[in-house]
């Protein structure tokens, strides 16, 4: 069954994490892992807010490919979202080991406007149902 009020508290979350990443342009200020950390918390939260609307009950993982697999079950949109995989490593590897940023360093805008794309897409999700 779904689970609307488990994923309005997750988009809320969420979005405490892309109003973060939205103050964190300044790669002088915050380095890719700070910011990569912040776009893996979004993405996870919004995932199980996804699965929480299917009415699937998420594991307690920080694997953001096992989520979206979870979510692609139910949803074929979902694929949309893809690219955000490559965040799951900023959840706990990037935290306690060294990334070298010089060889690639995060696009934040693009993946900004995939966050919020993926929060959009949860939003209207919770809306539909909300309206029933």
């Given at each position: 069954m779904?689970?609307?009020?488990?994923?309005?508290?997750?988009?809320?979350?969420?979005?405490r994490d892309?109003?973060?990443?939205?103050?964190?342009?300044?790669?002088s200020v915050f380095a890719d892992e700070v910011f990569g950390f912040n776009?893996?918390?979004a993405v996870e939260k919004l995932f199980k807010?996804?699965?929480?609307?299917?009415?699937?009950?998420?594991?307690?993982?920080?694997?953001?490919?096992?989520?979206l697999?979870?979510?692609?079950?139910h949803d074929a949109d979902s694929v949309h979202f893809e690219a955000?995989?490559?965040?799951?490593p900023y959840a706990v590897q990037f935290r306690y080991?060294?990334?070298?940023?010089?060889?690639?360093?995060?696009?934040r805008?693009?993946?900004l406007r995939q966050t919020e794309a993926l929060q959009e897409a949860v939003c209207e999700r919770l809306t539909g149902i909300e309206e029933f």
């Open positions: 779904s689970d609307p009020k488990q994923a309005r508290i997750l988009l809320e979350l969420a979005e892309i109003s973060a990443l939205r103050g964190m342009g300044d790669p776009v893996q918390q807010a996804w699965l929480s609307l299917l009415g699937v009950t998420y594991p307690p993982v920080h694997d953001l490919r096992r989520l697999d979870m979510v692609s079950s955000l995989i490559d965040y799951t080991e060294f990334r070298d940023t010089a060889a690639e360093a995060l696009d805008n693009k993946a």
